[in-house]
């Protein structure tokens, strides 16, 4: 389907089967969307309210959205953007909710919920068809059940949509790349409340910008195709280290993850103590006995104090880095700081060891890029990260700290680094300079395609290219 073909699709046959012509003018009036939604509209007060508002991340959990709608369907995401838009108040999509500074529940908003939309199906050609509410892991379940793999985070309830549009980092993503670069076409309702088909061929400039542009910039995307590949066995490793170790940790593993092959990704973890400790995980995608001399090459630098190695098929693997094995623990979220780093090249180790000596919590998360990440051009796709050897993550759970406490660790892991770059699916309020950090060269582009789906600014928050 061609440009105008979708516009007039949009226009007129959307837009009259969703019924929005018949709303007429909206009086900010809660009651007539509530009426005229297939789901449901909750707001505050309803029983459901204090349960359907919380973001995942707890230290949010004060925000107040003035009603979160249960979309049924993509008509009802239409009906809502007509409302926010007509309305001029705040409005945001929730695929998961897992947004790290708290963006998919606007204070005094319309969180636009997503979660019913939540089918996956896997056709013959192996494309995988999954509607935006769905969560990690579910979608890794059916793929399982397939006998398919997409390269996609490890987090269970993470939702597909705020992971693919922001880039997606997979524990198998040095082979198969990152989320998005799998992505085929998408459904993309956008702020003027028009349904619009997308991939390569239709609507080019927002798909590009689907594919790493991060979520809530364009439109609400309603459901994704994506290309799978045939499911492999997952050799998963572990390797444990003495206390003090850590800087000799650090610098041995970014020696040694460079050139690497494709078929393994690999983590350091640093945690924050008197010394602080240090860890290494990864998988394998081959033959056992080949990873066995890679490890050698770490482990004849830096001896540790345990090593496992285990086999698994692909389903159990992907349950296993989600903390689902032997089965997912119930959760409702948790309080944490958290931001991030893109390297391009080496850190320090003494100075990230250094920045965590001491301190009552935090960790610092290094996870191996290249392979097929680095071979698509920077801006093949909105996401411009190609160059990177890792990217890093500053955590801080604020459980035995407090916020500030945690936001001090955080900004100091952050900026201490060295780097300038970050990743948007980590996104982080306090970041400096966010839009060069995230985008990079790639964000004139996508600053263009977001004043053009969005010239009214209907989807603007305080990290939005709107």
Request: proline share 7%; glycine share 12%; with cysteine.
């Amino acid at each position: 389907m061609g440009r105008g073909a979708t516009m007039e699709f949009g226009r007129r046959t959307f837009i009259q089967a969703t019924g929005l012509v018949a709303l007429g003018a909206w009086e900010h009036d809660w009651d007539r969307l509530r009426r005229a939604l297939t789901g449901r509209l909750v707001l505050p007060g309803d029983d459901a309210y204090d349960t359907v508002r919380r973001p995942y991340n707890r230290v949010y959990a004060h925000r107040r959205p003035a009603a979160v709608a249960l979309c049924a369907d993509e008509s009802d995401v239409a009906r809502c953007l007509d409302f926010a838009a007509r309305q001029r108040i705040p409005v945001a999509a929730r695929s998961g909710g897992h947004s790290y500074a708290g963006y998919s529940v606007p204070e005094g908003g319309l969180v636009i919920d997503l979660a019913a939309l939540r089918g996956i199906r896997i056709d013959h050609r192996g494309r995988a068809h999954v509607g935006a509410g769905t969560r990690m892991i579910d979608l890794y379940d059916e793929l399982a059940r397939a006998g398919r793999l997409l390269p996609a985070g490890s987090c269970p309830t993470v939702g597909i949509g705020g992971l693919a549009l922001g880039g997606g980092i997979s524990v198998v993503g040095r082979k198969y790349g990152l989320t998005c670069d799998r992505l085929l076409a998408a459904r993309v309702v956008t702020p003027d409340s028009r349904l619009r088909p997308t991939d390569p061929h239709t609507e080019p400039d927002l798909f590009w910008a689907l594919r790493g542009g991060g979520g809530g910039n364009f439109g609400v995307v309603t459901s994704f195709t994506f290309d799978t590949a045939p499911a492999p066995d997952v050799v998963v490793f572990t390797l444990n280290f003495p206390a003090g170790a850590a800087t000799d940790v650090l610098g041995a593993w970014q020696d040694w993850m460079v050139g690497t092959p494709d078929g393994l990704w690999t983590a350091c973890n640093v945690v924050a103590g008197s010394p602080p400790g240090t860890g290494v995980v990864g998988t394998w995608i081959g033959p056992e006995r080949e990873l066995v001399p890679l490890l050698d090459r770490l482990t004849a630098k830096v001896s540790p104090t345990g090593r496992t190695v285990v086999p698994m098929d692909y389903g159990t693997a992907m349950r296993y880095f989600a903390g689902c094995l032997p089965a997912c623990q119930p959760t409702d979220g948790t309080p944490f700081v958290a931001s991030s780093r893109m390297l391009n090249r080496p850190v320090d180790p003494a100075r990230v060891v250094t920045l965590l000596a001491g301190r009552r919590a935090g960790r610092a998360q290094f996870d191996s890029f290249g392979g097929a990440i680095g071979r698509v051009r920077p801006e093949a796709t909105a996401f411009p990260h190609r160059r990177a050897v890792a990217s890093a993550q500053a955590f801080v759970d604020v459980i035995d700290v407090s916020e500030a406490e945690a936001r001090r660790t955080v900004a100091d892991l952050r900026d201490g680094l060295g780097h300038d770059t970050g990743y948007v699916n980590y996104i982080d309020p306090d970041m400096p300079d966010w839009r060069t950090a995230y985008y990079g060269r790639n964000l004139p582009r996508l600053s263009r395609v977001a004043r053009r789906y969005d010239p009214d600014r209907v989807l603007a928050f305080p990290q939005g290219l709107a």
